[in-house]
């Protein structure tokens, strides 16, 4: 039930939304499979096996929007019009133009849609009302803005906005790595990404090493003097929660460490009951994390939401 990735919005203020009402909301738009003629297709489904859209506890909120695709690759669709193409080509005695391929490739991808393999992915998005967060389990931005999407078309009124902080990410981990000392309650890891800000975007990337270490830390101060800015650096809160910070606000390879998930295990004997203490211990977890990367970025900027 651990979220692997963070993408951190605010929540409208004020922001009237009670559990029943969202319920009513997500189910404007549950999740069915994909007819023969689509694509893709998006809808809300139970966070849990079964029970209902919403799933909540200690007035943390948590739902999950399904996606199934259909995987029609182009190099299938482009095998089956050159086949074709050759054959029309044989019986009408010349090649097809521009406008009978086109005509012909549409035809094939309508007729290989249906017997297409399909692919489903799950995405949850934690709900803070009391704090204000809305958090989407996603590995890109792109990922999180198609969560969203869905989220605004079955609310009538829903302004998000990213969260924002008074230091930029890249140049809080720049003055980081120079003074070669991580915020308070906060460690540096062992991965680390610079980048050039010009045209050339050269990337310097150190992976699994100690950056803390004579000779890299040397380095990485050279690179931060001749242009390069961190986009991406793994740090540890408080020994609880290791994480990659990247340029963009974006919370990648979140992971709950051992002392953690030693607290998860302990009295859940049940499937039901360890999903109940894997949220609970997760959402407050992040309660206390997301405020102290706040602050280490110089504090929020707090906007008008209304």
Same mark, same amino acid.
């Given at each position: 039930m651990f979220f692997r990735n963070l993408t951190l919005y605010?929540?409208?203020?004020?922001?009237?939304?009670?559990?029943?009402?969202?319920?009513?909301?997500?189910a404007r738009n549950p999740f069915t499979r994909c007819s023969g003629s689509e694509q893709q297709r998006s809808g809300w489904i139970s966070p849990r096996d079964k029970g209902s859209l919403v799933y909540a506890q200690n007035r943390?909120?948590?739902?999950?929007?399904?996606?199934?695709?259909?995987?029609?690759?182009?190099?299938?669709?482009?095998?089956?019009v050159r086949e074709r193409a050759e054959a029309l080509e044989e019986q009408q005695g010349?090649?097809?133009?521009?406008?009978?391929l086109?005509?012909?490739k549409d035809r094939v991808a309508e007729e290989l849609l249906p017997r297409a393999f399909t692919r489903r992915r799950t995405t949850f998005v934690w709900i803070d009302p009391v704090n204000g967060w809305l958090a989407v389990d996603a590995s890109a931005l792109s990922k999180a803005e198609e969560v969203l999407e869905q989220l605004r078309m079955v609310l009538d009124d829903f302004p998000l906005s990213l969260v924002h902080t008074k230091l930029s990410p890249s140049s809080a981990m720049a003055d980081w790595l120079a003074g070669g000392e991580a915020p308070v309650n906060f460690t540096v890891d062992r991965d680390c990404e610079l980048k050039a800000v010009g045209e050339e975007k050269a990337a310097v990337r150190y992976v699994r090493h100690p950056l803390d270490g004579d000779g890299i830390a040397s380095e990485i101060k050279a690179? =931060?003097?001749? %242009?390069? #800015?961190?986009?991406?650096?793994?740090?540890?809160?408080?020994?609880r929660i290791s994480f990659v910070l990247t340029e963009r606000l974006e919370i990648k390879r979140l992971g709950f460490l051992d002392l953690l998930m030693e607290e998860a295990e302990k009295n859940t004997e049940h499937a039901e009951e360890k999903?109940?203490?894997?949220?609970? =211990?997760?959402? %407050?977890? #992040?309660?206390?994390?997301?405020?102290s990367l706040l602050d280490a970025l110089g504090g929020e900027v707090v906007e008008d939401r209304a």
């Open positions: 605010r929540l409208p203020t004020p922001w009237n939304m009670d559990l029943a009402k969202l319920e009513e909301m997500l943390q909120w948590l739902i999950a929007l399904c996606t199934e695709q259909r995987l029609l690759p182009s190099s299938v669709i482009q095998d089956e010349y090649a097809p133009g521009r406008k009978q086109r005509e012909l690179h =931060l003097a001749a %242009g390069k #800015l961190p986009t991406r650096l793994a740090l540890t809160w408080n020994d999903f109940d203490a894997d949220f609970a =211990l997760m959402t %407050g977890e #992040l309660a206390r994390f997301i405020p």
